[in-house]
Each structure stands twice: as structure tokens, then as C-alpha cells.
């Protein structure tokens, strides 16, 4: 998932994008969108379609810490909170030989609870954060004893399997 924070003269927004097949799933300040892209018919331009809503797009002006967009004919700027985007639960890709100092995400899922904080020290069998997949909700346990160096995995998340939920040492 990669988190946008932006601010506006409307306000601020947290955006969080997960590719989702052909689309993206985004949540803007809490509430869910489907987003496709597509080019438009003209240099410059894409067709959003927003939740089943086309809206053509386009880039006035993009750069490191603000963004000026035109999104059906109305102009929208918007300045970067943080300077470049974060991407979060997604530092390890999935991988079927993953790092030793990662636990990883054993199936597909959304994370429900993060049990664990930097600096925590856990033994063998620990849960360390809890997942929900298939209606299902499992623990992920520490595979050994260690402490958490960071914990990747942000509640609310949708993780792929072998994507890393928590660096340990």
C-alpha cells in the first residue's frame, strides 16, 4: 500500500492506494473508492473512472511536494505533507526465500491488529500481529526469539502473501 498525505485549502487528506488486478482500491480520508485509469484521447489527459464514474484528468503541474491536477473541469492543487510518498507493509516483496530478520505475511489477508511495537522483545510462538483472511482471523507468531525492529504491517492494510508484517533482530 502506498500512502499519500496531502493538504489542500480544503484541508488534509490521507490517500491510500492498493492495486487491486486492473484497478486500484483507494481510500481517501476514510472512505473507499475503486479507481481505473486509462489514457485519454488527448497528450496529457487519462479517463479516471471513479467507483463507475468516468472523469477526465488532467496534470497541470506535478512536482516533489505539490501537485495541480484539473479533474472534470474543476482545479485542484494539493502540497505533499511529507516530501515523497511512504510506502507502508509493502518494504519486502513477496517472495517464497524471504530475509531472515522478516516475518511474513503466510497468505493473503487485511490487517487487523499490529500486537507488537518497535523495541518489543518476543519469544518463540508470540503473536505478533493478526490477520483476517477468508472471514478467518489468524495470529502470525514470532518464529524464533527476538526483538521487533520494525513493524511493517499498518492495521487496516491489505497484504499479499510473503509480504513482510515485522523486521526482527
Known amino acids: 500500500m502506498t500512502r499519500y498525505e496531502l493538504n489542500s485549502d480544503d484541508g488534509d487528506f490521507t490517500v491510500d492506494a492498493v492495486s487491486a488486478g486492473d484497478a486500484y482500491g483507494v481510500t481517501v480520508s476514510g472512505k473507499a473508492y475503486r479507481l481505473k485509469i486509462r489514457p485519454g484521447s488527448s497528450a496529457g489527459t ?3 473512472e471513479l467507483s463507475g464514474r468516468p472523469l477526465i484528468v488532467t496534470s ?7 501537485l495541480e491536477l484539473t479533474i472534470g473541469g474543476e482545479r485542484f492543487a494539493y502540497r505533499r505533507v511529507a516530501a515523497a510518498t511512504r510506502t507502508v ?17 503466510p497468505m493473503p489477508g ?6 507488537v511495537q ?15 483472511s477468508m472471514k478467518m482471523e489468524v495470529a502470525v507468531r514470532a518464529d524464533r526469539d527476538c526483538e521487533v525492529a520494525e513493524v511493517l504491517a499498518e492495521e487496516g492494510a491489505a ?7 515485522v523486521r526482527v533482530r
Do not use: F
Open 46 to 48: 487519462l479517463v479516471a
Open 118 to 132: 518497535e523495541g518489543a522483545k518476543v519469544k518463540a510462538g508470540d503473536p505478533l500481529v493478526i490477520l483476517e
Open 60 to 66: 497541470v503541474r506535478a512536482t516533489q511536494s505539490s
Open 89 to 105: 507493509a509493502a518494504a519486502i516483496a513477496p517472495t517464497s526465500a524471504s530475509p531472515k530478520d522478516v516475518i511474513v505475511a
Open 110 to 115: 487485511k490487517v487487523i491488529s499490529a500486537l
Open 159 to 165: 497484504v499479499r502473501r510473503g509480504q513482510g508484517l
